[in-house]
């Protein structure tokens, strides 16, 4: 009840500004979870965009003037060791394998140490792995187009999971596959009494 000349909010009236408040911020927070929902999906696509496509430039780069190849299986992956000469005339070797959980090694060691990234930079129940890396020479391919043993085809598969601990069933995952044909433009350039590896 107001009095005649008191300023100030009734308590039905203070009740009613509460509850048309809670309405509004309800209705603003829904826009607001799925934006973030969005940030987080689009963060992880454009992270695992970055890590496929930086490894498929690396590969490309050291298979280019490679000498030759060998390719094994290892841990349920395709390995690949591959001899390079250097700018001195050396033969070196490199060699390329995945491990699920700590992506792609690059003479043992991780071709980018930010992926997958730590734990500590995950929320919870988020991951990323490699579930598949394969190697393949064209003489496997049966492909009369493609020179024997001179081309190598790279498959590269990446997943980012999101599992929702309050909510078991909200999950979210995503597989993105990188693939790329390297023309191995130095296999036949050796001479015949050059030893390969």
């Known amino acids: 009840m107001k009095y005649l000349g008191s300023k100030g909010f009734t308590f039905i009236e203070a009740?009613?500004?509460?509850?048309?408040?809670?309405?509004?911020?309800?209705g603003l927070m829904?826009?607001?979870?799925?934006?973030?929902e969005h940030l987080d999906r689009s963060w992880s696509v454009r992270l695992?965009?970055?890590?496929?496509?930086d490894f498929?430039?690396?590969?490309?780069?050291?298979?280019?003037?490679?000498?030759?190849?060998?390719?094994?299986s290892r841990d349920g992956f395709s390995a690949l060791t591959?001899?390079?000469?250097?700018?001195?005339?050396?033969?070196?070797?490199?060699?390329?394998?995945?491990?699920?959980?700590k992506g792609i090694l690059r003479n043992g060691e991780p071709l980018d140490k930010t992926f997958p990234p730590s734990r500590r930079q995950l929320k919870?129940?988020?991951?990323?792995?490699?579930?598949?890396?394969?190697?393949?020479l064209s003489s496997r391919l049966h492909d009369p187009d493609l020179l024997n043993n001179a081309v190598v085809l790279v498959t590269l598969r990446l997943r980012y999971s999101r599992e929702d601990p309050d909510n078991p069933?909200?999950?979210?995952q995503k597989e993105q596959t990188f693939r790329t044909t390297i023309y191995l433009r130095n296999q036949y350039l050796g001479s015949e009494e050059e030893e390969t590896p």
């Open 48 to 53: 695992m965009n970055q890590y496929g496509n």
């Open 15 to 26: 009740l009613l500004s509460v509850v048309l408040a809670s309405i509004v911020m309800a």
């Open 82 to 101: 591959a001899w390079v000469r250097d700018a001195r005339g050396h033969l070196r070797e490199i060699s390329y394998r995945a491990k699920r959980d």
């Open 169 to 172: 069933g909200n999950e979210f």
């Open 124 to 136: 919870e129940g988020e991951s990323f792995e490699v579930q598949d890396l394969q190697f393949q």
């Open 30 to 36: 829904i826009p607001m979870l799925a934006f973030v």
């Open 56 to 72: 498929l430039e690396q590969i490309v780069r050291d298979l280019r003037d490679a000498r030759d190849v060998n390719i094994t």
